[in-house]
């Protein structure tokens, strides 16, 4: 099966208790989890080495901060300590055991990640710290790319959408790239900038809110809700406003109750009027605002209560704060379950699973070129892209049919050539492979003949390839064995599985078909592939998948951006004979 490094502590945004960011963390930020002095450190690390039998001298290895955390008796070192491979063991751990090591220490790791990101500002903010941390470098989005060394890079557009790649010494247009995309939005109940229609009705609070595609039916009834998003805010001396997120987890703050069905009424309830967020009882009775309060933008928009609740929580004052980008999210954490532990259950799963799962795929590729290969000799790009919006159409400037990764291709090619651009952007384009991924339908136990037999995934087994011969999917043949001989050669113990919908039912939709577009998109790529992990219940306020299924996705999508060069000149379909 080969060698496996395991995932641990990585560079977390720092955040208050409040959810407020303070600071994106480096390696000289870490201290140990009992606040050991360096004297005692250096004591532990003395003592682990007398406990060890001596290894043969080797070759030091790059450090990659923000990744791995070893143990050591009595103390946690952190990367800055520790070299890249684990410390030598005393008794050799099995194939089959480091590979579950792997498997459950990522799943702990997504576990974590996804009670603490909550919004699409939070899951950005997050990768583009942890991608900091392992040697990517940050151009902002309306900067070209000028004179493009070998080596990783990323861009974002206003926390909202994502791109990271890695581009070799001797990568030239015609060589083509591959990129896997996924969109990082997920349902959610979006406050209303204007705020509620109802106000103190019997002392009640109530908030204005608005359903984000598919929320806000009566699976967000009675769930404990907290308030997590991002607020601007306009400095005083300069004028200038800036952003600033803000989660209220783990406490909760709104509740949509159900009409108990002693009253007899069954009924769909009204969204406008009948699934308004209670946020307080008598907290606004007797308050009087500040004439400071009074002159701030957003009040009267939102019960006062709640306005102090974001400042205190933000740590700003209100006559700074100038808007408000807030949702409405499940405040419950990710957890591990089932009697053998096979599941996570979670909120926003998609599209957060694949998200997670391409940016770990990327810096696992990119970590043996830290190692034993040599980024100047390299010959390809590869990279990954997060949209944003997927749930509402994509039709915006942060979604896929907003033209970033393309307009990112094109800047690319410009840093490495400044003749014959536009015909050197379409051969990139041409040679290109996009995979485009998201959770797809696990197969439920309750509902078999919801399926068509034999064309539907399992959990803890494999990526599923998505087939429907209406285009609403872009998979076809030449994808399915394209990805069927990565994996067979590479991932043995994984199997490729496939999804095809029945011929009475409805199909979804993916950002293949978009990312296909001669306007916007990745025009004449040579293939796009619609490829996902299973989880149950989507579009529910919980889901569920395999806990195998995280470590699955990221080994997957390492072998596609190692194999992918060598996979695609095996097929010759020019002509047919």
Not at 143 to 169: C, H, N, W
Request: include cysteine; aromatic fraction near 8%; charge should be negative.
């Amino acid at each position: 099966m080969g060698s496996y490094n395991l995932p641990s502590k990585e560079s977390f945004v720092v955040m208050d208790k409040n959810g407020s960011i303070i600071s994106t963390d480096d390696e000289e930020e870490w201290t140990t989890d009992d606040e050991a002095s360096e004297t005692e450190i250096h004591q532990s690390q003395e003592q682990a080495a007398n406990d060890i039998e001596v290894q043969p001298e080797r070759e030091k290895t790059p450090i990659i901060h923000s990744q791995y955390l070893y143990q050591i008796p009595k103390v946690n070192i952190s990367e800055s300590h520790m070299p890249l491979s684990p410390p030598p063991q005393t008794e050799k751990q099995s194939d089959e055991q480091v590979l579950q090591d792997y498997y459950d220490s990522y799943a702990d790791k997504y576990i974590e990640f996804m009670s603490n990101n909550p919004t699409t500002y939070h899951v950005i903010t997050h990768f583009k710290s942890l991608l900091t941390n392992n040697g990517f470098t940050y151009v902002k989005e309306n900067e070209l790319f000028r004179k493009l060394d070998p080596g990783f890079y990323f861009t974002s557009k206003d926390d909202q959408t994502l791109i990271a790649f890695v581009i070799g010494g001797k990568w030239e247009p015609s060589q083509g790239s591959c990129f896997i995309a996924s969109h990082c939005d997920a349902l959610s109940i979006k406050l209303n900038p204007k705020g509620s229609i109802k106000k103190h009705i019997e002392d009640y609070e109530l908030l204005g809110v608005a359903p984000y595609s598919g929320s806000l039916n009566d699976l967000w009834l009675n769930r404990d809700l907290g308030l997590a998003g991002a607020i601007l805010v306009k400095d005083t001396k300069t004028s200038k406003v800036s952003r600033k997120l803000i989660n209220s987890s783990p406490h909760p703050i709104g509740f949509i109750p159900q009409l108990a069905p002693h009253f007899g009424i069954e009924k769909t309830y009204n969204k406008q009027t009948e699934m308004v967020p209670i946020v307080s009882y008598s907290s606004d009775k007797g308050l009087s605002p500040t004439d400071e309060e009074k002159a701030s933008v957003v009040y009267g928009k939102h019960p006062l209560s709640l306005l102090r609740y974001v400042s205190e929580l933000s740590s700003t004052s209100l006559t700074n704060i100038v808007q408000l980008d807030l949702d409405l999210v499940d405040v419950q954490p990710a957890a591990r379950g089932g009697v053998g532990n096979e599941f996570i259950y979670s909120s926003s799963l998609d599209d957060r699973l694949c998200s997670f799962d391409s940016i770990y795929g990327l810096i696992e590729f990119s970590q043996a070129f830290l190692t034993d290969r040599d980024i100047n000799e390299y010959d390809g790009l590869n990279g990954i892209y997060l949209a944003n919006n997927e749930e509402i159409g994509s039709a915006t400037r942060t979604g896929a049919a907003g033209g970033f990764l393309i307009d990112t291709l094109k800047s690319v090619v410009s840093s490495r050539s400044k003749e014959n651009a536009v015909e050197q952007v379409l051969e990139l384009t041409n040679n290109t492979i996009l995979l485009s991924t998201d959770v797809t339908h696990a197969f439920n136990p309750n509902f078999k003949d919801a399926y068509l037999e034999k064309n539907f995934p399992l959990p803890n087994t494999g990526p599923s390839i998505k087939l429907d011969s209406n285009g609403h999917v872009l998979s076809d043949s030449i994808a399915d064995s394209f990805l069927q001989s990565i994996i067979s050669k590479n991932l043995p113990d994984i199997t490729l599985q496939h999804f095809h919908i029945r011929n009475d039912g409805r199909s979804g939709g993916t950002i293949g078909p978009i990312m296909s577009n001669g306007r916007r998109g990745i025009n004449g790529a040579k293939l796009i592939i619609d490829v996902g992990l299973p989880i149950l219940s989507m579009h529910s306020i919980r889901s569920t998948m395999g806990y195998k299924d995280v470590g699955i996705g990221i080994r997957f999508f390492r072998e596609v951006f190692n194999k992918w060069q060598e996979e695609i000149k095996s097929f010759d379909l020019e002509k047919s004979s």
